[in-house]
């Protein structure tokens, strides 16, 4: 498996999930985006520009994140 953070985000499409918990800044919602046949990347919309974090598609199934939700499938 090649590193994920080796892995280029320049192309990559971000889908946005939002719903549960609410914030004085507004809703809380994340992104999600495939960038490898077993990579992810996953963002937070109220930290644009930090680096999103990275993860397998077991390491996305073991923290409860359905790439579903986001119109993606695993």
């Known amino acids: 498996m090649t590193e994920l953070y080796e892995l280029s985000l320049a192309t990559v499409v ?3 999930a939002c719903g549960g918990n609410t914030h ?3 809703e809380a919602c994340v992104t999600l985006a495939r960038i490898g046949p077993d990579a992810w990347a996953l963002g937070d919309t109220k930290r644009p520009g930090a680096e999103p974090l990275r ?6 199934d073991a923290a409860g994140i359905d790439p579903g939700r986001f119109g993606l499938s695993a």
Do not use: H, N, R, V
């Not at 993860?55 to 996305?60: D, I, M």
């Open 14 to 16: 971000f889908s946005k």
């Open 55 to 60: 993860f397998t598609t077991a390491e996305l």
């Open 24 to 26: 004085p800044d507004g």
